[in-house]
């Protein structure tokens, strides 16, 4: 099988732990490096936290780049109460066996674009680093094939009633990134929002078993009880494992639109980084906002079989 080469750009929260995961356990991706950007939690926790999850994994030949520690317009946006204080929940994973690359997000993400030309790009988080890199080195561009996004909302938001986390945390860079004309896929908060499972639903998946698959239900539990303490139910979304499934399997997706996206830089307007079809400051994208539950499950389900450690 000619498998598909992926670079991973996240702000290692919880569910960007599952999206690792799930690329690791793919039989189809070759993960080729991750970048790390501050969002769902600080930088250096980020880093922590992707170094500790490819040790546990069995996977620290995989290289690792640190990269930006803020937005370019710094804000009060956080999510510490999805994520907890370290990003991962109340999971403690050990980071002593993985060092970071000498190089940092935006020359680590240009070396491994160079030795692989036409590698697929996933980013789970801010697009901080992306935008720095493409400024730097705008043939960048022509290097990467396919960029798959998580990041946006057509309907209601999730950190606003207009804007989702990714894009709201740093308005600018997804701005200039769109503008940048690559060819883009985005998998947006509505896509995230038409797939709530139950917790009934979520015992289904039978993750239990496998190291792995506790590391799954211990990291979800956090969320699970965050859901609780807001909706009085123990609800779950999958947004960053959600992306990672539209790269295994594009066949995931079952709705998307072509359009100009454009994101709402004015810092007067309460619609600050949402994402609006043909608004300017932006460019065309295609808009994932509908994936297929069972295909996603099954490649979740894959997670329980990383390392097999016990
Ligand atoms: O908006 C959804 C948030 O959860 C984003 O940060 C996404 O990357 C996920 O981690
Ligand atoms: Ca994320």
Redesign the pocket.
């Known amino acids: 099988m000619q498998k598909k080469t992926v670079f991973i750009d996240?702000?290692c929260?919880?569910?960007?732990a599952v999206a690792i995961m799930m690329a690791l356990a793919a039989p189809e991706l070759e993960v080729a490096g991750i970048s790390c950007v501050a969002?769902?939690t600080s930088l250096d926790n980020v880093v922590n936290n992707v170094c500790g999850l490819l040790s546990f994994s069995g996977r620290t030949d995989v290289p690792v780049f640190k990269g930006a520690a803020f937005p370019f317009v710094r804000n009060e946006i956080r999510?510490d109460n999805?994520?907890g204080a370290s990003g991962l929940g109340n999971v403690k994973l050990d980071a002593s066996a993985k060092s970071i690359d000498a190089l940092n997000a935006v020359d680590g993400l240009l070396k491994t674009a160079e030795e692989n030309r036409g590698m697929t790009l996933v980013t789970?988080?801010?697009l901080t680093n992306i935008a720095i890199a493409l400024n730097l080195y705008p043939q960048l561009k022509d290097l990467l094939g396919e960029i798959v996004m998580?990041?946006g909302a057509i309907g209601p938001?999730?950190?606003t009633p207009h804007a989702?986390?990714?894009f709201a945390?740093d308005p600018e860079a997804i701005a200039f990134c769109l503008s940048a004309g690559l060819p883009v896929s985005i998998l947006t908060?509505d896509a995230?929002m038409d797939m709530i499972y139950t917790e009934e639903e979520f015992d289904a998946l039978d993750m239990g078993g496998t190291a792995a698959g506790q590391l799954f239900l211990d990291l979800q539990s956090f969320y699970m009880d965050y859901k609780e303490s807001v909706y009085g139910k123990r609800l779950i979304s999958f947004?960053?494992p959600l992306?990672m499934a539209c790269v295994i399997d594009p066949s995931s997706v079952t709705e998307s639109e072509k359009m100009n996206l454009g994101i709402i830089l004015d810092q007067s307007d309460a619609r600050r980084g949402a994402s609006v079809k043909d608004e300017k400051f932006g460019g065309y994208a295609d808009v994932i906002t509908k994936c297929d539950i069972d295909k996603f499950s099954a490649l979740l389900k894959r997670i329980k079989y990383i390392g097999q450690k016990g």
Request: net charge negative.
């Open positions: 996240t702000d929260g919880i569910d960007d969002g769902n999510s999805i994520h789970l988080g801010p998580m990041g938001g999730n950190v989702e986390f990714n945390y908060w995230v947004p960053d992306a």
